[in-house]
């Protein structure tokens, strides 16, 4: 079994600073792909950044230049580092981990609340 664990959430005004931290537990194999998914009122779910053990990391367009994902391989745990934030970065934050074995395992977070005020 896996278990994600998030913090940091909060409310900050809009041009704020935050930053989320996620921790994995459990069966977590050496090779695998770690982030950060959104969901918005009344949106889907959406990933924002994901980083993989090989080095490799992607953004979403919409957090590009804003946002910073990074990795403590040792302690297994992910960041999120997310600057100049906007009222559409509202949204709850959670965790995410995919790695494989005969088929791709994902997991997901609790969840941390994010709120930006104007």
């Known amino acids: 079994q896996v278990q994600l664990m998030e913090s940091g959430g909060g409310l900050v005004q809009a041009g704020g600073s935050l930053r989320l931290s996620c921790t994995a537990s459990?069966?977590?194999?050496?090779?695998?792909?770690m982030g950060w998914g959104r969901q918005g009122p009344g949106l889907e779910r959406e990933l924002v950044a994901v980083?993989?053990?090989?080095?490799?990391?992607s953004y979403a367009d919409s957090v590009k230049g804003r946002f910073t994902v990074s990795r403590d391989f040792a302690k297994n745990m992910v960041y999120l580092q997310m600057n100049d934030l906007r009222p559409e970065d509202t949204a709850v934050y959670y965790c995410?981990?995919?790695?494989?074995?005969?088929?791709?395992?994902?997991?997901w977070g609790q969840g941390t609340q994010v709120t930006v005020s104007l």
């Open positions: 995410h981990l995919v790695q494989h074995l005969d088929q791709n395992l994902e997991y």
């Open positions: 459990g069966d977590i194999f050496s090779v695998n792909i």
């Open positions: 980083a993989t053990t090989g080095g490799t990391i």
